[in-house]
């Protein structure tokens, strides 16, 4: 039985500050045992690397299209040079996965009459909405929170995109102005055939502490299509500030004009809340990437990353490697909607042998579990292992540009075994996940362009 997010503590927040939880504080209780639960978390991890795959083959920038190629619930294969021939990544065919999986939910009130309602938050996405009525029969999915309402919020109203033309993006196809009726309508579809259609309109969003309610445009989702969790009602597109508005502006930071937020993303063993923040930071922000502009993928949070150690041992590529390509493909992006940090195949069996040999005395198992290629035995007299630390350098080999991971963040613990928690795959860029990032504190700030991280700042 699931939890009754309703009766979820949820702290009063100032203005521009949300709630936010692992999403398996809502979901744990659907599953047997951990193992189960952590499958579900692999499904949806290879499920969104698929999904932007597609969208940097495609080269839009989040407009996704619809194609059966990566079908996230059949068996999925991963091919890869590991000295040893073929892998095969195997995604338990009962889990429902879809492409617009994130691992992050924040707590909002919407509306004149202050709904509760969680979404899920995707820094890969430019668009903010929820599932809106009042809806046709079988057009919603089943959602554990209170549905809003757009027609019984007294203070809702629909975008007229013929006299406010620029509030209707006209530059992605999943837009457009209906002539007829002056509604902005959108219709966006993932990569394995779900998808979410409505208007856009605006509403108040509000925040208990000062009672302030702020005004903001989202998708009125009153129709979808494809699996969608119950824990959920909607996303916030988190997607890097543009401005003007025309483009990507319907994230949330472009919509409070914030060139600075910042997130705590608890452990994913943990039930508490955290926060996500808007122009200010409580961080001291020691650890800082730069933030590289990517035209061709504005929205998305791409860094400096310069080398990777395991312990004292440099993995051996040149700093350029990690620097866009002419068609400015390449580099590495942080994502909170995939799990596990995924590097090319080409640099990840390099790293991968610089882990093993740094491993000493752990019998290794020979089969791949699951996903994972580099998995090890737990002690038989039950002793705590440990395992070499994973340092990321961005822009310099320096303290202040050191992200060091330890254990958690290294290793996941997978039927019975310690796995390396790092996928390689077949893309030329990389993805730095959320199990790398659990407990950290993130500060955005696309002014000084910079992001920063703070180990430990939120459990």
Aim: charge should be neutral.
């Amino acid at each position: 039985m699931s939890l009754d997010s309703t009766k979820l503590p949820d702290p009063p927040m100032p203005s521009h500050t949300f709630t936010i939880y692992h999403r398996d504080v809502f979901e744990k209780s659907n599953f047997l045992d951990y193992d189960s639960l952590l499958e579900s978390r692999i499904a949806r991890c290879h499920a969104r690397a698929s999904h932007l795959a597609s969208i940097f083959d495609d080269g839009s920038d989040g407009v996704t299209r619809n194609d059966n190629k990566n079908d996230a619930n059949a068996s999925l294969t991963r091919q890869q040079d590991a000295q040893g021939g073929k892998i095969r990544e195997l995604v338990p065919k009962s889990t429902d996965t879809h492409s617009v999986h994130g691992e992050y939910v924040a707590s909002f009130l919407i509306g004149s009459q202050l709904i509760k309602n969680y979404l899920l938050i995707d820094t890969g996405s430019g668009l903010l909405w929820w599932q809106c009525g009042p809806c046709e029969a079988n057009n919603c999915y089943k959602q554990d929170q209170p549905l809003y309402n757009f027609t019984t919020s007294r203070i809702s109203r629909k975008v007229d995109c013929i006299r406010h033309s620029s509030y209707c993006i006209t530059a992605d196809p999943a837009f457009h102005c209906d002539r007829d009726t002056s509604e902005c309508i959108y219709n966006k579809k993932y990569t394995d055939g779900s998808g979410t259609k409505g208007f856009m309109a605006d509403d108040v969003i509000y925040f208990v502490v000062d009672q302030r309610p702020i005004r903001v445009t989202f998708g009125c989702s009153n129709e979808q299509t494809g699996p969608f969790s119950s824990s959920y009602s909607g996303i916030v597109g988190l997607g890097r500030k543009v401005f003007p508005l025309e483009k990507a502006g319907y994230s949330l930071p472009s919509q409070f004009r914030a060139y600075l937020f910042s997130m705590c993303l608890p452990t994913f063993h943990s039930g508490k809340g955290s926060t996500l923040s808007f122009h200010i930071s409580k961080w001291p922000r020691a650890i800082s990437a730069k933030l590289l502009q990517n035209y061709k993928y504005p929205s998305f949070y791409f860094v400096n990353l310069y080398k990777v150690f395991v312990n004292e041992r440099e993995v051996p590529v040149k700093p350029s490697w990690w620097n866009f390509k002419r068609d400015m493909s390449g580099g590495i992006f942080v994502d909170t909607g995939t799990t596990f940090t995924r590097f090319p195949n080409d640099f990840y069996v390099i790293f991968r042998y610089i882990f093993r040999v740094a491993v000493e005395d752990i019998p290794m198992v020979e089969n791949p579990i699951g996903p994972f290629d580099t998995c090890y035995k737990v002690d038989p007299n039950g002793e705590e292992l440990y395992f070499p630390v994973v340092k990321l350098y961005f822009g310099s080999v320096s303290r202040s540009t050191e992200l060091i991971l330890e254990q958690e963040r290294v290793i996941v613990k997978y039927k019975g075994f310690y796995c390396l928690a790092f996928i390689g795959w077949q893309e030329n860029y990389s993805i730095l996940g959320v199990n790398q990032l659990q407990g950290v504190g993130l500060t955005f700030d696309t002014s000084a362009n910079t992001l920063s991280f703070d180990i430990n700042a939120c459990d």
